[in-house]
C-alpha cells in the first residue's frame, strides 16, 4: 500500500551521529512519497516539531544535553505534538530503557543496529494508522492507547 504518497506523509529523524541520520534516511527513502527531515539534536527536534508537524518521530535516546528521553516526555507535554507518534531508536537494549521509552509515550522501541526490513514494517504500520486516522477525520491517537 502506498501510504506516503497518498496522504503526504512526514518523517523526522532525530540523531546526534550523521551517519546514523543518513542511514536513516536513506531507508525512509524506500517508501514512496514519504518526506524527511532530520534533526541533529534533541534541541533542534523540539523546534522543529511543532513547526513541521511531522507525521513521526524516529528519535534516538543517547543524546548530549537532551536525551532521547527528555524530547519524547516534553513532547508528550506539548498539546502541539503530544499526539505524534514516536518510534525511539536507541543502542539500549534493557527492559527498564524500553519500558521507560513506552511508558512515556513511544509507539515502539527498535535497538541498534536496526534491521532495515523491521524499521520499514514498523514505520509503514505507524504511518498507515495516521493516514487512516485523517480519512477518518480523527488524529492518530484517538480511540486508542495515548499514542502508544
Known sequence: MDE?????????????????????????????GVEVETAD??????????????????????????SGFDVLRRLKADAATASIPVIMVTALDDRDSRTLAIEGGARDVLVKPVDADTLIE???????????????????????????
Open 4 to 32: 506516503g504518497r497518498k496522504q503526504g506523509l512526514k518523517v523526522l529523524v532525530v540523531d546526534d551521529h550523521p551517519s546514523n541520520r543518513l542511514l536513516l534516511e536513506g531507508l525512509l527513502q524506500r517508501i514512496p
Open 41 to 66: 539534536s534533541g534541541e533542534a527536534a523540539l523546534a522543529r516539531a511543532p513547526q513541521w508537524q511531522p507525521d513521526l518521530i524516529l528519535l534516538d535516546v543517547l543524546m548530549p544535553r537532551v
Open 122 to 148: 514498523r514505520v509503514r504500520h505507524v504511518l498507515g494508522r495516521v493516514g487512516q486516522a485523517r480519512l477518518d477525520g480523527k488524529t492518530e491517537t484517538d480511540g486508542d492507547d495515548g499514542g502508544r
